[in-house]
């Protein structure tokens, strides 16, 4: 998920953030894949024509330029539209080699939750961008973690995955 995230990042996930909602496009999901736990952005919908060329996703045929930053590549991922309850997820880095590459379409019901913030940790401490409380895009946890957030790092805590 570089530049998104860095290896060693606490990643916060709200476990219950799909409970009445399904995963939007451009949230940034915990998911299992195969023997996997995964830390991905959704770029498809079920029902969706998904293909990315030359490092340009395609929704439906149309161009969509993310809001936000990726590593520039020239990733190429076919074609397939997505089933019933299936989202497509990929990482914010389409500049690595397609050896490393990992993208996936899961099942709703394989997201674990949404990653609603993170803390790096630095030399001297920790930093994060208000430490009284994390700014998210759908809302603010104030000062406290709720009991449904749960919290990991981005290099292999057993409760979050890595993040490249």
Same mark, same amino acid.
């Given at each position: 998920?570089?530049?998104?995230?860095?290896?060693?990042?606490?990643?916060?996930?709200?476990?219950?953030?799909?409970?009445?909602?399904?995963?939007?496009?451009?949230?940034?999901?915990?998911?299992?894949?195969?023997?996997?736990?995964?830390?991905?952005?959704?770029?498809?919908?079920?029902? +969706?024509?998904?293909?990315?060329?030359?490092?340009?996703?395609?929704?439906?045929?149309?161009?969509?330029?993310?809001?936000?930053?990726?590593?520039?590549?020239?990733?190429?991922?076919?074609?397939?539209?997505?089933?019933?309850?299936?989202?497509?997820?990929?990482?914010?880095?389409?500049?690595?080699?397609?050896?490393?590459?990992?993208?996936?379409?899961?099942? +709703?019901?394989?997201?674990?939750?949404?990653?609603?913030?993170?803390?790096?940790?630095?030399?001297?401490?920790?930093?994060?961008?208000?430490?009284?409380?994390?700014?998210?895009?759908?809302?603010?946890?104030?000062?406290?973690?709720?009991?449904?957030?749960?919290?990991?790092?981005?290099?292999?805590?057993?409760?979050?995955?890595?993040?490249?």
């Amino acid at each position: 998920m570089s530049p998104t995230f860095r290896s060693g990042d606490l990643l916060i996930v709200n476990r219950l953030a799909y409970r009445d909602a399904p995963p939007r496009r451009g949230d940034v999901v915990v998911a299992s894949h195969r023997d996997d736990t995964l830390v991905k952005r959704v770029v498809g919908l079920p029902g +969706e024509e998904v293909e990315v060329r030359q490092g340009t996703l395609l929704i439906d045929g149309r161009r969509l330029d993310p809001d936000h930053p990726i590593r520039e590549g020239l990733l190429t991922i076919g074609r397939g539209r997505l089933a019933e309850g299936r989202f497509a997820v990929l990482g914010d880095n389409f500049a690595l080699p397609a050896n490393q590459l990992v993208h996936a379409v899961v099942a +709703e019901d394989r997201i674990q939750g949404r990653v609603v913030g993170t803390v790096r940790w630095w030399r001297f401490g920790w930093e994060t961008d208000e430490p009284s409380a994390i700014e998210t895009d759908r809302g603010r946890l104030a000062g406290r973690l709720a009991p449904d957030i749960e919290t990991g790092t981005a290099n292999g805590d057993s409760r979050a995955a890595p993040a490249g």
